[in-house]
């Protein structure tokens, strides 16, 4: 494929589409049982549960005004299924600490720290 074919396909994608291909997601595994996935954002990270919930403000405001979702969900979708992700192994105690630290600060400190250290 061409760059010129390359940038026009990247183009037509979709905004959300365009998310999930970011590599911001990352699923913890605990034992292979958890589906609870990380949004790495700029300034904020967001939990989500795939195809269920996320933490972020539009996630309440869509559902408030009778939509479903917002865009990180709908990317998680892409990144799953292009396979953009990240994975990080952890104990489920782990898990429920990330949780509280995003919720806490906004920030999924130990897994930010996981993938900075290379596990």
Known sequence: M???DACLE???????????LSGRYVKLEAGGATG?????????DYILVEG?????????GSLLKGGW????????????????????AMEPR?????VMEVYASGLA???RRRLASGG
């Open 10 to 20: 990247y183009l037509a994608l979709e905004p959300d589409e365009v998310l999930g």
């Open 2 to 4: 061409s760059v010129r």
């Open 94 to 98: 782990e898990v429920g600490r990330v």
């Open 109 to 111: 400190v130990t897994v």
């Open 36 to 44: 609870v996935w990380v949004y790495l954002g700029g300034s904020r």
């Open 69 to 88: 979702g917002c865009k990180h969900l709908r990317g998680l979708k892409a990144a799953v299924s292009s396979g953009r992700f990240r994975r990080v």
């Open 52 to 60: 269920l919930y996320c933490s972020c403000p539009s996630m309440a």
